[in-house]
C-alpha cells in the first residue's frame, strides 16, 4: 500500500515552487502543524481534561475566553516563538500583537495572524472547531517590525491555512498556488495528504447563515435567503440550511460540496462579526485559491483596507455564482450600505 505523503514531505517538495526560497516559510508551516497536532490531542479528551468551560477572562471583542481558546492560543505562540521564522504574533486573544524578540527570531521575516480556536461556542459541545491562520511577510527591512507591517491588505499574504477538529482532523492550506488538505493519522502522528487540489463547485446547494438574527438582516441578505427558500426544482431550490456556528467547518464542508456562508452586518454587529485579519482574510485566500469567491457584499475581502488588529467585516463566501448572486441582492436591495458604512454609520434597511 503506498503511504500518502506527510505534510513535512509535501512542503518541501513545493518549496522548488519558490525560487528563492530558503526554507523560513516550511518551517513556519511545520511549527504551525506541531501545535496543531498538539491542540488536537486537548481537544480530542477534552471531556477527559479541566479543559472544557470559560477560563474567567474577556478578549478585546469583549468575549467570554473558554480554557481551549487559552490552551490553544499558548500552544501556537510557543510554536512559533520556538519555531524561530516568525517576528510577531497577531491573535484573536490577545489585544496587542506579540512581538517575538529572541535570539532565534532576530531575523525573522514572518508575520502570522491567528484565530487559535475559532467555534469556540462549540468546545463544550463536542461539535466540529478549528483553528484559521494567515501569514504575511513584514514590508520593513531593518530593526524591528511594526503595526504597519501587520496591517496589510489580505492580497500581500503569502500563506493562509486552517485545521478543523472534527470526526478527523485535517489541516488546509495555500501558498497561492493551489489548495491542499492532510488529514492527522493518529497512528503515526503525520498529516498525511488526502485532498490534493481542492477546489470549491462553482454552483452549490447549501446556504450556512444564522437565520436567529433575520429581523436585523440587511434586505439584500433577506431577499438571497427568500432566493435560497424559493420551489423551483430547475434550480434545485430549495437549498438545504446548514449552520454549526464553526465557520471553519461550515466553510471546509461548503468547499467540499459548494455552498455559501454568509455573516451580513446586524444591528448587534454593525460591522460584522468575523475578523478580517485571522479569521475572512485566509478564508477569502483559501476560498479563492479553490475557485470560490469572498466579499463583504460589494468589495473583495482581500482587497479591504486593513486599519486595526481586531477589525471586523461582513462576509460572503463560497461557490462563485452563489456568491455573485447575493451580491447582487446586496447591490440591489441595499444599495445604502456604501463604505462609509462600514465605519460604524449604519442604516439597516
Ligand atoms: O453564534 P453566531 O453569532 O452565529 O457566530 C458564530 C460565528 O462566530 C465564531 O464562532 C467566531 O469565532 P470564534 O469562536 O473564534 O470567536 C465563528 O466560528 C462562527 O461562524
Ligand atoms: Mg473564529
Ligand atoms: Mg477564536
Do not use: W
Not at 520593513?140 to 491588505?153: E, F, H, I, M, P
Not at 454552483?203 to 438571497?224: A, M, Q
Request: charged fraction near 20%; hydrophobic fraction near 35%; proline fraction near 3%.
Amino acid at each position: 500500500m503506498l503511504i500518502a505523503k506527510t505534510l513535512g514531505q509535501f512542503i518541501i517538495e513545493k518549496q522548488a515552487d519558490f525560487p528563492y526560497a530558503k526554507g523560513e516559510l516550511s518551517r513556519l508551516l511545520r511549527d504551525i502543524g506541531i501545535a496543531a497536532k498538539i491542540v488536537n490531542r486537548e481537544v480530542n479528551k477534552a471531556g477527559l481534561m479541566d479543559i472544557l468551560g470559560e477560563a474567567g477572562s474577556t478578549n478585546i471583542q469583549g468575549e467570554s475566553q473558554k480554557k481551549l481558546d487559552i490552551f490553544a492560543n499558548e500552544q501556537f505562540i510557543s510554536a512559533l516563538q520556538s519555531g524561530g521564522e516568525c517576528c510577531i504574533v497577531v491573535s484573536e486573544e490577545n489585544d496587542e500583537y506579540i512581538y517575538i524578540d529572541s535570539e532565534i527570531s532576530k531575523n525573522a521575516k514572518y508575520i502570522v495572524a491567528i484565530d487559535p480556536l475559532d467555534g469556540s461556542s462549540n468546545i463544550d459541545v463536542n461539535v466540529s472547531v478549528g483553528t484559521i491562520f494567515s501569514i504575511y511577510r513584514r514590508k520593513s527591512t531593518n530593526g524591528k517590525a511594526t503595526l504597519d507591517d501587520v496591517l496589510q491588505k489580505g492580497v500581500d499574504q503569502v500563506a493562509a491555512g486552517y485545521v478543523i477538529y472534527g470526526s478527523s482532523t485535517m489541516l488546509v492550506y495555500t501558498t497561492g498556488k493551489g489548495v491542499n488538505g492532510f488529514t492527522l493519522d493518529p497512528s503515526i502522528g503525520e498529516f498525511c495528504l488526502s485532498h490534493p487540489n481542492m477546489t470549491i463547485p462553482e454552483d452549490g446547494f447549501i446556504y450556512s447563515i444564522n437565520e436567529g438574527y433575520y429581523t436585523h438582516f440587511p434586505d439584500g441578505v433577506k431577499k438571497y435567503i427568500k432566493y435560497c427558500q424559493v420551489e423551483d426544482t430547475t434550480t434545485r431550490r430549495p437549498y438545504t440550511s446548514r449552520y454549526t456556528g464553526s465557520m471553519v467547518a461550515d466553510l471546509h464542508r461548503n468547499m467540499i460540496k459548494g455552498g455559501i456562508f454568509i455573516y451580513p452586518i446586524t444591528a448587534s454587529a454593525p460591522n460584522g462579526k468575523l475578523r478580517l485579519v485571522y479569521e475572512c482574510n485566509p478564508m477569502a485566500f483559501i476560498i479563492e485559491q479553490a475557485g470560490g469567491l469572498a466579499s463583504n457584499g460589494y468589495e473583495r475581502i482581500l482587497e479591504l483596507d486593513v486599519t486595526e488588529l481586531h477589525q471586523r467585516s461582513a462576509i460572503f463566501i463560497g461557490s462563485a455564482n452563489m456568491v455573485k448572486r447575493a451580491e447582487e441582492m446586496m447591490k440591489s436591495f441595499s444599495p445604502q450600505i456604501t463604505k462609509k458604512s462600514f465605519e460604524g454609520v449604519v442604516n439597516i434597511q
